[in-house]
């Protein structure tokens, strides 16, 4: 399963290969979220040049607000996933708003 890929035991005795895919998985990381920034950051610019922005205003708010909802229960469920629902770990951070 998923879940279990390099933790535990599987961890323990697949090192290497573990620790070469964590490397390789913050460096895939990392590119994506800086393509996807750079490619955000042309289409801001694209709309403010040719004066495209107005036509955002025609977008419900409950349709944008419902969609940041679903964005940040989605965060708060895999941030939940990611520290093993162990409550020292997420009750500090919720408290603060992180």
Do not use: W
Request: charged share 15%; proline share 2%.
């Amino acid at each position: 399963s998923v879940e279990s890929f390099c933790i535990g035991n599987h961890l323990l005795d697949n090192m290497a290969a573990c620790e070469e895919y964590h490397d390789s998985l913050i460096a895939t990381t990392i590119t994506v979220v800086a393509a996807t920034t750079a490619c955000l950051a042309v289409v801001f610019i694209l709309l403010g040049r040719f004066g495209l922005a107005r036509y955002l205003s025609y977008m419900p708010t409950s349709v944008t607000e419902a969609f940041l909802a679903c964005v940040g229960y989605k965060v708060f469920k895999y941030a939940l996933r990611f520290c093993l629902m162990e409550a020292r770990q997420f009750i500090p951070a919720a408290c603060i708003g992180v």
